[in-house]
């Protein structure tokens, strides 16, 4: 009888533990994470406004009871229909967090921008950089997601449509 009560207590025990979240499982529910993206379309700077690649900007947030645990950039890059027809290429840098605190994080994503016409030996435009921002800094009232800026416009121009 002794032995039968032992295994029933000692089964109690082991689903009682498996029911009761631990420390980890506990700590992963208290955060939570959105990703963001924002789309830009690229043209050349010249007066014709052709869209001819576009950038996806994402901001991945995690957050817990401090504010932003983890932020992660990320980009996709690639040429529309006339940019991919006309020789364009679009070439991702890296995206990189520049800053980051509870309540604040700044990202910057970059890469470039050339026009080739494709031969049996290519010739390419020079390289134009391409920067994009994302910036984090929740209001007091409001919804909090980050703000998207980009570079000045210049030998690469910066559109939000397409």
């Not at 992963?28 to 830009?40: I, L, N, P, V």
Request: contains cysteine; aromatic residues 8%; proline residues 7%.
């Amino acid at each position: 009888m002794k032995i039968r009560k032992a295994i029933l207590l000692t089964a109690a025990a082991v689903m009682a533990s498996a029911l009761a979240p631990t420390v980890a499982q506990a700590d992963e529910s208290a955060e939570t994470c959105q990703t963001y993206t924002k789309r830009y379309f690229l043209g050349s700077g010249s007066t014709i406004t052709l869209r001819v690649a576009y950038v996806d900007a994402a901001l991945k947030l995690c957050f817990d009871d401090a504010g932003v645990s983890s932020a992660v950039p990320t980009q996709t890059v690639g040429t529309t229909g006339p940019g991919a027809a006309t020789g364009w290429e679009i070439t991702a840098g890296p995206a990189i967090v520049e800053d980051q605190r509870p309540r604040h994080v700044k990202a910057k994503y970059s890469g470039s921008l050339r026009n080739c016409v494709v031969q049996v030996n290519p010739i390419c435009s020079s390289a134009e950089p391409y920067e994009i921002y994302a910036e984090y800094a929740p209001p007091e009232i409001g919804p909090a997601a980050p703000f998207f800026t980009h570079g000045p416009n210049g030998a690469v121009h910066y559109y939000e449509d397409a």
